[in-house]
């Protein structure tokens, strides 16, 4: 059934993770992205990711050789003719996404389904710019996509029943685990975990309590493998907020109103671990709180 190639549109940290997974699963992956530079520089991630399961013996030496033999890097949408599944993983924009399908449309098989990683942007809408709706779907992957086991599959209107079987299984014969979502904000773990997250900095901004004992809270009493504070700068403060505020707009009320705390820490260029500086501060072996939130949490 897998033995048509799948493309992979953009070669980021998505784009890259997911033609990894896809390789590994024994599927030939063609990998694209404007910048022939960035599709080199995932090639060479992936392999290095490989080598990593390999070491950790989560992989045998031939399956990495054999993944890396499967990807292959196209110059042009043209190349994309043989792909029976495209997932695109360009930015975050509804105008970047469209534009991508439109110069894709005349280089695709018949059958080709076209499906987009996007994390806020509604199906339905986005399927209002191929040809084929029907054929058209959301396939969500989380970061870093080898690690983690999730797949959102989301359903537009339009979307049709073959479409999602063929998704289904050929996400399920990789080894993903798959959930099927309407197309709704957040889908579905988003529209769970960001409220989470997001209450977690109104305890602060409320000085209800402080840092540690929040993600204490919810480690213990909770069970929850991180605190969501800390869970917030592994992710990105960014991210968190810019997910916040889909929530709210696509939602409304004030249950997904994002965090003012949140806000100011962002336009502080306090971004989480990637910045070095969000709820915590990160040294090169240690974190500690950071020490300047407390005269935020006073303004916000
Ligand atoms: P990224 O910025 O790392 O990668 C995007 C890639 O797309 C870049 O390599 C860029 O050169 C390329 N690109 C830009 N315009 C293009 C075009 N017209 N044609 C082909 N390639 C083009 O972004 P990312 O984090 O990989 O996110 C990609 C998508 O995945 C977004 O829709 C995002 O919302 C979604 N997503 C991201 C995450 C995450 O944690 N980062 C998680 C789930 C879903």
């Keep these: 059934m897998h033995n048509r190639a799948v493309a992979v549109i953009g070669s980021g940290l998505m784009g890259g993770g997911i033609a990894h997974v896809m390789a590994l699963g024994g599927i030939e992956t063609l990998l694209y ?55 695109e993983a360009v930015p975050e924009n509804a105008k970047i996404k469209e534009a991508v399908y439109a110069s894709l449309l005349p280089h695709l098989a018949g059958d080709a389904i076209i499906a987009s990683n996007t994390s806020s942007i509604s199906i339905t809408t986005l399927s209002g710019a191929v040809q084929a709706p029907e054929r058209f779907v959301g396939i969500h992957f989380f970061n870093p996509v080898p ?19 063929f998704c289904e299984n050929l996400l399920t014969s990789i080894g993903k685990t798959v959930v099927r979502s309407r197309d709704m904000p957040g889908f579905i773990v988003n529209r769970l975990l960001i409220p989470l997250l997001n209450e977690a900095a109104i305890l602060l901004e409320q000085q209800v309590t402080d840092i540690a004992s929040i993600d204490t809270a ?19 403060l960014d991210t968190v907020l810019s997910a916040a505020e889909v929530l709210h707009a696509g939602l409304g009320g004030d249950k997904y109103r994002p965090s003012p705390l949140l806000k100011r820490m962002v336009e502080a260029g306090w ?21 300047l939130l407390a005269e935020m949490v006073q303004v916000a």
Excluded: C, W
């Design 33 to 87: 992205d404007l910048d022939r530079a960035r599709v080199d520089a995932a090639i060479e991630l992936i392999g290095k990711n490989l080598g990593r399961q390999v070491k950790k013996g989560a992989i045998a030496a031939d399956q990495r050789n054999d993944a890396l033999g499967k990807i292959r890097a196209v110059d042009s949408l043209g190349d994309l003719s043989a792909a029976r599944l495209v997932i």
């Design 271 to 291: 971004l989480g671990r990637k910045s070095g500086t969000g709820f915590y501060v990160y040294g090169p072996d240690e974190r500690a709180h950071n020490p």
């Design 218 to 236: 919810m480690r213990l009493g909770a069970n929850h493998p991180m605190g969501p504070l800390e869970l917030s700068d592994f992710i990105g």
């Design 147 to 165: 690690m983690m086991p999730l797949v959102e599959l989301i359903a537009g209107d339009r979307t049709d029943q073959a479409t999602l079987a």
